[in-house]
């Protein structure tokens, strides 16, 4: 069973940066395609950014292309989420996701396997 779990939120101003990890338990890490997902107070749960299983495609929403970058290390069994230019609009819970080998368009369209519990991240004005 993959267990995630997210760290390195906070608060940061506006125009700042934070890289946000999701770890793993699992030892075939690599197996899974992986993304990002991000709640804001009184909105649904939208999908951020995927990746595939090996890290060569990935993928982003449109209100954080060219500011948020998603990579991963199967060797260390991380995937990172790296937020440039923060927005005060990109305040959320942010949550990693995975699901088993697959497309990273059926992570963005929401068919995940696992959650993590989230990490909250405040952008302030």
């Known amino acids: 069973q993959l267990t995630l779990f997210e760290s390195g939120g906070g608060l940061v101003q506006a125009g700042g940066s934070v890289r946000l990890t999701c770890g793993s338990s699992?030892?075939?890490?690599?197996?899974?395609?992986m993304g990002w997902f991000r709640q804001a107070p009184g909105k649904e749960r939208v999908p951020v950014a995927a990746?595939?299983?090996?890290?060569?495609?990935?993928t982003y929403a449109d209100s954080v292309k060219g500011r948020f970058t998603i990579s991963r290390d199967n060797a260390r069994k991380v995937m990172f989420l790296q937020m440039n230019d923060l927005k005060p609009d990109d305040t959320a819970i942010y949550y990693c996701?995975?699901?088993?080998?697959?497309?990273?368009?059926?992570?963005?369209?929401?068919?995940?396997?696992?959650w993590g519990q989230g990490t909250q991240v405040t952008v302030s004005s």
């Open positions: 996701a995975a699901r088993g080998r697959s497309a990273i368009s059926e992570i963005m369209s929401g068919s995940v396997d696992l």
């Open positions: 990746i595939n299983w090996n890290g060569v495609q990935t």
């Open positions: 699992v030892h075939n890490f690599g197996y899974y395609a």
